[in-house]
């Protein structure tokens, strides 16, 4: 299990969250961590009216893209959509089959256990009527990702994108610049799909979703980063020698690690300037 994974199964299991993704938040409305699940369902509800406005046949075929713990895929299904999906972690993979067994055991679902840019094209070439990508997209190489897409995809077939991406002002070396990771940059995608793909709708819901960074800030700032200097106190009493030892060797770890979560960088604010969040959908004109 690599760190990506693990910082997915975290909270699925202690938290026992079923959508792996931010929430969507009215535009000034103040955050608050009672009213997050909520938030999540509204940006599951979000998209898959967008996939519904996109596809108006209920018997289309959609292929889910990094499918996390199956919720997306399983409300789709109960729409009557057909749906596979792609997650490269064995761990979710067996949740989902088992989720979709819950279902309708005589569901017809494939979950593919490989990185989309190894996807067994030859299984499903021309099949997809949708590709969408809820919060993967940033991990997907585009120059390998698009020809994946390209034979996948029906003639006008669609591509629903709702993903952070970066801004301009990326590597600006302004205050919290590089504290956050992720995402392409906007123009790189833009110049990408010129000429393959009509843009049919572009909505920025920046707006929407970085109040996300002000709940998580909070938590980080307030709540973990003093938990964290009481144990680092008392392991420094109690194990000074090898404890000492063990934060020099992983020093330059730590330094990054303590500039990421805990400068107080990782805020609505800094969000709003290095990353633009947007809801992308593009038809194939290929």
Not at 21 to 50: C, L, M, T
Not at 65 to 93: H, N, R, W
Request: glycine fraction near 8%.
């Amino acid at each position: 299990m690599d760190s990506k994974e693990l910082g997915l199964v975290i909270p699925q299991q202690l938290l026992g969250l079923q959508d792996l993704h931010y929430g969507f938040w009215d535009e000034g409305r103040k955050p608050e961590i009672a009213d997050f699940v909520n938030a999540q369902k509204r940006y599951s509800e979000f998209i898959i009216a967008s996939i519904r406005d996109s596809v108006d046949n209920t018997s289309a075929k959609i292929l889910d893209v990094g499918c996390g713990t199956g919720a997306m895929i399983s409300e789709l299904i109960k729409l009557g959509y057909q749906v596979d999906g792609v997650i490269p972690s064995a761990f979710f993979k067996e949740k989902i089959e088992q989720r979709l067994r819950d279902i309708d055991s005589t569901n017809k679902s494939i979950i593919y256990n490989c990185m989309f840019e190894d996807f067994p094209e030859s299984e499903r070439r021309n099949q997809y009527d949708l590709i969408f990508f809820s919060e993967s997209f940033q991990y997907i190489s585009m120059i390998k990702g698009f020809p994946v897409l390209q034979s996948l995809l029906k003639e006008k077939g669609k591509i629903l994108i709702c993903d952070f991406f970066k801004t301009v002002h990326h590597g600006d070396g302004g205050p919290g610049d590089k504290s956050m990771g992720g995402g392409h940059r906007l123009n790189e995608f833009y110049d990408m799909i010129k000429g393959s793909y009509k843009i049919l709708k572009d909505e920025d819901i920046t707006g929407n979703v970085s109040p996300n960074l002000e709940l998580m800030n909070d938590i980080l700032m307030n709540r973990i980063s003093p938990t964290i200097k009481y144990v680092d106190l008392f392991l420094v009493k109690r194990y000074r020698i090898i404890y000492t030892f063990l934060k020099f060797c992983f020093r330059k770890r730590i330094k990054k690690l303590d500039y990421k979560y805990f400068s107080g960088y990782r805020s609505k604010e800094t969000f709003e300037r290095y990353k633009t969040y947007h809801l992308i959908i593009l038809e194939n004109q290929k």
